[in-house]
Nanobody
Framework: QVQLVESGGGLVQPGESLRLSCAAS????????MYWVRQAPGKGLEWVSE????????VYTESVKGRFTISRDNAKKTLYLQMDNLKPEDTAKYFC????????????????RGQGTQVTVSS
């Protein structure tokens, strides 16, 4: 069955960096678009970024452009999110997901997501 396992979250101060990982199994990772989504306290799921199956095409929500970098290693079946210059408003639980449909950064639906990893940005 499909499994997505996120890791790498933590508590950091504003301006610091984190690198999230998502280990995938149970499906054809190398032929699947992959996504990062997040959920801030008291809010709904928000689309953050996506990467094409080859890794050549990446898209970001406006608030993270220039600070976050999505990438993938198809040989390792792993998705990454490098997060630099973190801000308090980035505080959320981050999930990797498949089969995402969105309207702008509003998440409409997804097929699968992991259990998430918590990112807290606070001084």
């Amino acid at each position: 069955q499909v499994q997505l396992v996120e890791s790498g979250g933590g508590l950091v101060q504003p301006g610091e960096s984190l690198r999230l990982s998502c280990a995938a199994s149970g499906f054809s990772f190398s032929s699947t678009y992959m996504y990062w989504v997040r959920q801030a306290p008291g809010k709904g799921l928000e689309w953050v970024s996506e990467v094409s199956s080859s890794g050549e095409t990446t898209v970001y929500t406006e608030s993270v452009k220039g600070r976050f970098t999505i990438s993938r290693d198809n040989a390792k079946k792993t998705l990454y999110l490098q997060m630099d210059n973190l801000k308090p408003e980035d505080t959320a639980k981050y999930f990797c997901a498949t089969g995402v449909a969105r309207r702008g950064s509003t998440l409409l639906r997804y097929d699968y997501r992991g259990q998430g990893t918590q990112v807290t940005v606070s001084s």
